[in-house]
Every structure is written in C-alpha cells, then in structure tokens.
Nanobody, 120 residues
C-alpha cells in the first residue's frame, strides 16, 4: 500500500526558504505513469496546486508560484522535495504531497499534510 509522509519545519521566517520533503513508501517515485505533486491549503481557503515532478524527473509549476518554486527528488531515498523561496505570511498553509497518474486531473494518494506557519 502506497504511503506518503511530509516532513519539515513547522515555522519559517519571512523572506526565508520553505523546504519540505515527501517520503514515499510502498512504491517507487520513478515508476511510469505516476507523477508526484505538492499542494497546499491556506487557513480558510481552498486547495492550491504548487507543482509536480514526473516519474522521469522533469517538473512543472503553477504559474503564480513558478518564480519561487523548485521541486527535486532523491531516487535513492524515494523522496521528493519542495523548496519555496522568499516566503511571506501568505504562504502559511497545510502542505500536502500527493500522487497522480499521467494525464489525469485527480490525485489518487495523499499524505496527511503538514502545517507550515510563516512568522517572525
């Protein structure tokens, strides 16, 4: 059974870089046709897709966050990582990692999420 687990600091200061890791168990992040994504939900708001890394390693991002976002992976550890730079309090959210199938708009597996607060 596939499991995803987010990890990282729960508090980040404004202007710093937010860094989160998703550890995947029960399946490989290099398996075709799966894509691996980061999604967030600010308090009282809806879900926002941040970006995705494909099974072959290339990535793509939300246009609104692209200039501040990088998603990378460590295949040896079966992990993928989100880095969001120059954060502000508006980046405070629950951050989720998730899996989808190539060509689908739906995420079939989710982590439990982790709250990241941006505050000085």
């Amino acid at each position: 059974q596939l499991q995803l687990q987010e990890s990282g600091p729960g508090l980040v200061k404004p202007s710093q870089t937010l860094s989160l890791t998703c550890t995947v168990s029960g399946g490989s992040i290099t398996t075709d046709p799966y894509y691996w994504s980061w999604i967030r939900q600010p308090p009282g708001k809806g879900l926002e897709w941040i970006g995705t890394i494909r099974y072959m390693g290339s990535s793509y991002y939300s246009p609104s966050l692209k200039s501040r976002t990088s998603i990378s992976r460590d295949t040896a550890k079966n992990q993928f990582t989100l880095q969001l730079s120059s954060v502000t309090p508006e980046d405070t959210a629950v951050y989720y990692c998730a899996r989808k199938v190539r060509g689908s708009d739906y995420f079939i597996d989710w982590g439990k999420g982790t709250l990241v607060t941006v505050s000085s």
